[in-house]
């Protein structure tokens, strides 16, 4: 079963930066497209970023130009960077994996996604 493990969250002022960090295991890293989404109290969960097989990239419009997602195959771990950050930004952040995402663009929803990390927690404070 594949397991993934977030880290790098914590509490933050706006205009700061933080990056998350989500390690797989149990999985052939590289087989799978990963994202990162997230959810905020009372609100539904959303995608933040995707990276597809290729390393081909798609951002949520309210955090492009200030996000950046990578992915380090040799190490099991995809990266979400985010700079400039806001109060807005402020929520449990969740890696995810699928073997069957393709298209890092139109499948970046958290229903085309099986495989998920507990959350971590990114507060901004203004």
């Known amino acids: 079963q594949v397991r993934l493990e977030e880290s790098g969250g914590g509490l933050v002022q706006a205009g700061g930066s933080l990056r998350l960090a989500c390690t797989g295991a149990?999985?052939?890293?590289?087989?799978?497209?990963m994202g990162w989404f997230r959810q905020a109290p009372g609100k539904e969960r959303e995608a933040v970023a995707c990276?597809?097989?290729?390393?081909?990239?798609y951002y949520t419009e309210s955090v492009e130009d200030r996000f950046t997602i990578s992915r380090d195959n040799a190490k099991n771990t995809v990266y979400l960077q985010m700079s400039s950050l806001k109060p807005e930004d402020t929520a449990m952040y969740y890696c995810?994996?699928?073997?069957?995402?393709?298209?890092?663009?139109?499948?970046?929803?958290?229903?085309?996604?099986?495989?998920w990390g507990q959350g971590i927690q990114v507060t901004v404070s203004s």
């Open positions: 990276i597809n097989l290729n390393g081909r990239s």
């Open positions: 149990r999985m052939t890293f590289n087989e799978y497209t």
């Open positions: 995810a994996a699928d073997g069957y995402v393709k298209d890092e663009v139109n499948q970046c929803r958290p229903t085309e996604f099986r495989n």
